[in-house]
Each structure stands twice: as C-alpha cells, then as structure tokens.
C-alpha cells in the first residue's frame, strides 16, 4: 500500500500476533497486551503497518480503511501507548447529515474564555479546559464546522491534469518540467521549489534521487547540469515514479474528489486528549436534524474614547475590556464549558451540564461593574434564569471596527483585523474492521 508495508492479522490470541510482530521487525511494547486482548475480545481483527525500508519520512501518505459497519470509529486506545498530554485529535465525517460523538460528550465553549483580540491564540487551552470540564471528563469533541462539503475545495486534492503516463519512458531531465506543466510544482531556475502536494517530492527524493552532496533545490532547478549524475537506476524510464505517482497521488485525489462529491454534508470535530483518557474509542453517528455550525466567528471590537473596549461576540453579546486589553479573566467566572451534552441519533442534544446562567450573570456583572452599558436608557440586568447563547464554538477571530458612543464618550476606530479560519482540508477517517463471528 504505497509506501506502507501491511498485514492483517487474524488470530483470536496475542501470542501469535506479539510473535508476528517481532519477527517482521515492529517494536513490541508490554503495554499493548491488555490493549489488544480488549481489541480481539470485542471481534476486532489487526492491521499492522509499517514505512517500507527504502522510504522516509517524506514518502508518508494517507492511509485508507473500508470496513462493513454503520459507525466511524478511530482506533484510539493502542495510541495511549506513545502519547503526549493534550495530543490534538482533528476528526472530518463526509455523511448525509451532521456527525456527532456518540460514546462521548459533546462541549459548547464558554465564548468569554477566548481570546478574541489576539485571534484565538489561546484556542487549545481553551478546549482542553473545556472538555476536562465537569461531566465531560477528558473524552469529548467540540464541532467546529458542520455545513455543506462544497465548502471544501478539490483543487488540491485532485487535477486532471495529473497524468502518471507522461512519466513513462521519460528523459529524467524533464522531470521537473513536466511536474511543472501538470501544477504539480513550481520549481523554476533561480527559485526554491514549491511542490503542490505534499507527496511529491518525498517521491522524487526516492525515484530521483540527489547526487551526494548536492543541494536538492540546486539539482531540481538544473537536472540538465547533473544530468551524468542521475542514477538510472532509480529512475528506471519513469516506470517507478509513475507508478507511485498513479498509486499515492492520482487514484487517492479522485477518491477524495469523488466524497466530496458524494456526501453532502461534511462534520469538523475537535478535542484534545491525554493518555490517561484514552480508554474507550470514540465512535460517531449521523443526527441530520442538528444545527449547521459555521466556520468561521468573528468578534467585533469598539474602541471608546478613554482606550477601554467593548467586544461584541459572535452571538451579539458585549463584553468590556478595561484598558482595550489583554483579554481579561472574570474574577469567578470559571467555567470553560458552557454546555456539557450528550447527542443522541434522533432529537435535539441533552444537557448534562448547562452553565449558561452562571456565565451571563458573571459577564452582566462585570460590564456594569465597570460602567457598562453607559448609554442613557439601556441597561443590562444580572439574569435569573435563561441568558446566554448556547451555541457550538467553532473557529474564532477578532475584528476591530470601531462605533461613536452614542449618549455617551466614544470613539471611531477603522482598523480592521482578519478572522481566524480554521482550513477544511486534509479529509481523513479510520475505523476497525468488526470481524462478524
């Protein structure tokens, strides 16, 4: 598979497949036995995958798993082993209709946690504090897109232009030119190459390989100057590299293209995870009846006349910021979830823990704390039940626009900053084959 050597291994024991494993040169950890008893005992056959000897780094590409099953599942609990703390886990669902968690909670962010003025950089801390929340315990995902798939450009992912056939039998001097005709580079005299998928030049690397000692930017920008050098060998007519080309680029893009065309709907599910928590796989089912979430949130930023601010959040609500920043911390106010929930396949989500009045009393205390609203006839009164907006929080940016007081002193600021997005790329999704006994 590509650059991947694979083996499905079948035994209903670990003896063997441990056995297996140290004879076709995978390093065994002791700590992967009750993991994969747990993995055979629920009917589960082993997919073991290696790099081949000759690739690198460079040469890893997407790895794809068909399974006959109705549920997505990720094969975490083996990934505890080699962990890091708060590892970030990004998954994309191509399906008819929103995906959700359904072994997991599901996490509405507390909006005044973030960072607006400084463009979310805070954005990790801020989801991993909300999914370690109460009820949520460190297993649960925030949506931070569920929309149409058309939202995600194909250009990428696949060309028509692609053509394995015109490396067949080809003078490796023109390599480069050809990649360039076919966009999948930009790598011209005098300038550092620019290769437009990520497995290209992993590839040229094993199949066109670099003198010793020479720089690979120098050789791809002046194959015809080392053309004595070239090792024929490798290139062999352009057989090999074509076919990996076809086997790694082209057939993977149009199965990509192919999705997205296919499913209608596309689902970005975002959490952090720790190796301690990684004990159950999480698995995600359709509920078409759930809200679209946007991509992409903005906050706009009113600066007054005395340098303070007031941020107006995506869901309308304002928010003082003595000063005009940093983004500060409401003495009290610690909640990093709002909602805690869990989504059934049919049906609304259901509130485990819902902590929307707590924050809207804390934020209308702080603003009235410090003067606001000050225009004469408005007023903002602490809620006594209700408040907030529960929303999903999906990507988060700031805007500064500005606005004049009106009754009172302000300010027009015309500075505009750039939201965040977070990009919808890089489609992916593993699963467990279920052997049926």
């Known amino acids: 598979m590509g650059a991947f050597q694979v083996a499905v291994l079948q035994d209903t024991e670990v003896g063997p497949i441990k056995t297996w494993l140290e004879d076709n040169g ?38 794809t798993l068909r ?19 708060d590892m970030d886990i990004r998954v994309f669902v191509l399906a008819d209709g929103r995906a959700a968690p359904t072994n997991y909670r599901h996490v509405l962010v507390n909006p005044l946690k973030i960072d607006w003025l400084n463009r979310a950089t805070n954005y990790k801390e801020v989801i991993t504090n909300a999914v370690d929340a109460f009820m949520a315990d460190g297993r649960a995902f925030v949506t931070e897109f569920a929309g149409k798939s058309s939202v995600v450009s194909t250009g990428g992912i696949y060309n028509p232009s692609w053509d394995e056939n ?20 930009a790598c011209y005299d005098s300038f550092d190459c620019a ?19 020479v720089d690979p930017v120098d050789f791809y920008t002046n194959l015809s100057t080392y053309s004595a050098d070239i090792d024929l060998v490798k290139w062999d007519m352009g057989n090999g590299f074509a076919a990996a080309l076809l086997e790694r680029v082209i057939e993977p893009g149009i199965h ?63 928010f003082y910021i003595p000063g005009g920043g ?33 924050i809207e009393t804390k934020r209308v205390e702080w603003n009235l704390a410090h003067g606001w609203p000050h225009t004469p006839g408005e007023t903002e009164s602490v809620p006594t039940e209700g408040g907030g907006t529960n ?19 302000g300010c027009r600021s015309d500075g505009t900053g750039g939201a965040l997005g977070l990009g919808l790329a890089g489609l992916g999704l593993m699963g467990l084959r279920r052997r049926r006994r």
């Open 26 to 63: 995978y390093l065994w950890d002791a700590k992967a036995e009750p993991i994969l008893m747990q993995y055979l005992a629920e009917g589960n056959v082993i997919a073991a995958l290696k790099l081949r000897t000759s690739a690198t780094v460079a040469d890893v590409h997407p790895i």
């Open 67 to 85: 399974y006959p099953s109705n549920e997505t599942c990720f094969p975490l609990r083996l990934t505890r082993i080699a962990a890091v703390e």
């Open 326 to 358: 940093p983004w500060p911390a409401i003495p009290g106010e610690e909640w990093w979830a709002e909602e805690v929930q869990t989504v059934a396949i049919k049906g609304a989500p259901m509130t485990i823990v819902n902590n929307s009045v707590a």
């Open 166 to 185: 015109d490396f067949i039998g080809l003078d490796p001097v023109q390599a480069v030119t050809v990649l360039n005709a076919q966009t999948l580079g």
């Open 195 to 213: 290769w437009n998928h990520p497995l290209v030049y992993g590839m040229l690397l094993e199949f066109l390989p670099p003198p010793n000692g």
């Open 256 to 318: 990509g293209e192919q999705l997205i065309q296919t499913w209608p709907y596309l689902t970005r599910m975002y959490t952090t995870i720790s190796p301690s928590e990684m004990m159950e796989d999480p698995i995600f089912h359709v509920n078409a009846g759930l809200a679209d979430v946007e991509a992409l949130r903005t906050a706009k930023n009113y600066i007054l006349c005395n340098n303070d601010s007031v941020v107006t959040l995506p869901d309308g609500r304002d």
């Open 391 to 409: 929303s999903d929080t999906g990507s988060s940016g700031s805007e500064s626009s500005g606005q004049e007081g009106e009754g009172g002193c």
